[in-house]
């Protein structure tokens, strides 16, 4: 069954730092990988999604995610932080025969000005 | 607006009521489900439907029941709710990739919080 690990449930970095978040996934058939960001109060919204095209994925708000097979890995960064990239983040995968997403646990990202 | 949308956005109940969410969606797709938050903020699927057709049931409790009047549609029913019914509620629509059958990334609405008292 495909699913995603996020390691770190709370990341804190500061005003113009490099945005890490990890993700990885297991899955058994070629994945389909997103990362979602949730806002306060509001609903998700997808940042990107790699679907077996180039493996290097550019998303909205300058955010990108790498695809590594070999480490089985999907980790968003961004090169500077800003204090509206804080925010739960999500990392997600088709799972279920690519019927329904199937999230992680999320992580909280702080930014610290 | 091209979107997802459920209403209420807050719903505040006793304990043992039955309430509706409603769920519409004007994307054009063929796939709509139902997510729950919890207050841990860990995302859990209960439902999904195919164009009216129930897809998935993630062993969601028998009070919960999802309705498909189309397939823009996507309500639930929930009888004789529990506190432990209390949390975020997301309806979600997404697309076939055409010629496969296969859904992709999944759009969400603004979500519908629950909190039974």
């Known amino acids: 069954a495909q699913s995603v690990t996020q390691l770190g449930s709370h990341v804190s970095v500061s005003e113009g730092a490099l945005v890490l978040l990890r993700c990885n996934y297991s899955?058994?058939?070629?994945?389909?990988l997103f990362w979602y960001v949730q806002y306060p109060n509001q609903g998700l919204q997808l940042l990107l999604k790699?679907?077996?095209?180039?493996?290097l994925v550019k998303g909205i708000n300058g955010f990108e995610a790498e695809f590594k097979k070999s480490e089985t890995s999907f980790h968003l960064t961004k090169p500077s932080a800003h204090m509206s990239d804080a925010a739960e983040y999500f990392c997600a995968v088709l799972s279920g025969g690519y019927q329904k997403v199937t999230f992680g646990t999320g992580t909280k990202l702080q930014v610290i000005p | 607006d091209t979107a997802v949308s459920q209403t209420p956005k807050y719903l505040v109940t006793q304990m043992g009521n039955d309430k509706s969410i409603k769920c519409e969606q004007n994307l054009g797709h063929d796939t709509m489900y139902w997510y729950k938050q919890d207050s841990k903020k860990f995302l859990k699927i209960m439902f999904s439907y195919n164009n009216k057709e129930l897809i998935i049931n993630e062993t969601v409790p028998n009070r919960f029941s999802p309705k498909s009047p189309d397939k823009a549609h996507l309500n639930l029913h929930i009888n004789s709710l529990e506190l432990g019914d209390s949390a975020v509620y997301f309806c979600?629509?997404?697309?076939?990739?055409?010629?496969?059958?296969?859904?992709?990334?999944?759009?969400f609405g603004q979500g519908t919080r629950l909190t039974v008292v």
């Open positions: 979600a629509s997404s697309p076939l990739i055409p010629g496969q059958g296969l859904n992709t990334e999944a759009f």
């Open positions: 790699y679907t077996s095209a180039a493996t």
């Open positions: 899955s058994s058939v070629p994945p389909y």
